[in-house]
């Protein structure tokens, strides 16, 4: 399987609108696989298809990164329709390799979403898989996990930033 990069951080079609998945044909079949083959490579717990440079809805979590038959979950057109709590969490994402910051997320949440196929499911999730599926429909909003620090807090991740991209870390993608 040939594989789209993975963009980082400053690429304008990971904050760019992304539309609704309205067909569940062939070719979504593919992006999906692509979707969980570029996070079990990476590694990462999830990914999202603007992530890929592909504006859709659309993302994939897998907890067990690929060791787990079946642990893959495709979040089509989502949406969050209860959450409650709130907890500091260290988070990181494929767009900013090598970084991580601390943000609020809820303990649990109700998300609906589509399938690959299509049908529409609910998802109870707390805990680590929670937090996932928030960072996942973040992307589905262009927000990012700059968009979420403030002041000196952010100051200081761009700087980080700014240090990976001078040391050549982060690859330009064509
Ligand atoms: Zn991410």
Redesign the pocket.
């Known amino acids: 399987m040939s594989l789209r990069p993975i963009l980082v951080y400053g690429d304008p079609r990971l904050e760019a609108p992304n539309d609704p998945v309205e067909d569940f044909g062939d070719r979504l079949q593919s992006l999906v696989a692509e979707l969980f083959e570029s996070a079990r490579r990476a590694p990462g717990l999830g990914l ?1 298809a603007p ?1 890929i440079g592909v504006n859709l809805r659309l993302a994939v979590i897998d907890l067990s990164v690929g060791r787990e038959e079946g642990a893959g979950i495709v979040l089509a057109n989502p949406t969050v329709v209860r959450s409650q709590g709130r907890q500091q969490l260290e988070e990181g ?3 900013f390799p090598g970084l991580f910051t601390t943000i609020a997320r809820p303990t649990a949440l109700t998300v609906r979403a589509q399938d690959e196929g299509g049908r529409w499911r609910e998802l109870a999730a707390d805990g680590l898989l929670a937090q996932a599926v928030c ?1 996942e429909i973040d ?1 589905l909003d262009g927000v990012l996990l700059v968009h979420h620090l403030r002041g000196v807090k952010r100051q200081l991740f761009l700087r980080r930033v700014s240090r990976m991209r001078k040391l050549g870390v982060w690859a330009a993608t064509p």
């Open positions: 999202a992530q994402c494929l767009s960072h992307h």
